[in-house]
């Protein structure tokens, strides 16, 4: 699943600068062009973001060594509401409107652009595609231990026979209590299959909008617009990351996979400024071919965020009968993921 997911994500960002390439349809505004001052915003925000991104990431991450955040904690809760409302935000106020914005551009022709909503429907066939990724990854892993599980058991019920007639009975009531062992192992296991789908199935919709990001912030050529840009972006991946960071946790993937999935993420906005300061002299972002490819993207990116904060993240953790049973904890994580949107969407300001 793994290494689906990042092939997947290799081949987007080999192909995307050539299709964003393209004859331009609109005029450009060149009032506000400096390209020397331009550049030295953009090696600020490589700097800015790359920090940002990791520190964001890492929090939750090194925090397994304060008690506080540990995931068994109502702390880690509040956290991960937070975390959410941040996620939930990015694809509503600011992936999907952009999204709007590139596939209703005039720059498009009104047909078929102009006859039908391709944003909401990319949307919806993005969160439908997330559904069925999510289940049908979360089926083949369960599976997958199940059969394990299985031959596990029985080579020990092979072994036990060779015991001899002698041992039988204290071998059924040790396998009786072993079942219940590994009832509760299997419930453990199943849910650990979940936190890691989710973590990889986020990270892949973090990076597609984060790299559109990036080499858009990377190809521009105006100060003004990149100044504000730079902060902003900066605190974006800062709450982007501890909400990935959060999930990355709670899978429990060892340290090195753990390290990677950081980096990662860390990696991608900055790689998306490199490659948009690279296509700068020929990228065009009004041309009608990088209109539709950054609004597919988009679209879809904003989808898979949406999908994931809504049934993954806020409605397994404030179903769960630990949150239901903790009025106190209830109120907490609601402000928490009201405080979370609320920062994000302010950033829309900026950004």
Known sequence: MDKLLRLLFILFLITLPTLVLGDCTCDKDDGDRDKNKALRYKIAAIIAILAGGAIGVCIPIL???????????????????????????????????DAFENLTSPCLSENPWGNFPFTGFVAMVSAIGTLMVDACATSYYSRSHFKKAQQAVGDEEKAGEHEGHVHVHTHGTHGHAHGSASSAEEMGSAELIRHRVISQVLELGIVVHSVIIGISLGASESPKTIKPLVAALTFHQFFEGMGLGGCIVQAKFKLRAAAIMALFFSLTTPVGIAIGIGISNVYDENSSTALIVEGIFNAASAGILVYMALVDLLAADFMNPRMQGNGRLQVGANISLLVGAGCMSLLAKWA
């Open 63 to 97: 925090g397994k060594t304060i008690p506080a955040l540990h995931p068994e904690k109502n702390v880690f809760f509040i956290i991960k509401a937070f975390a959410a409302g941040v996620i939930l935000a990015t694809g509503f106020i600011h992936v999907l409107p």
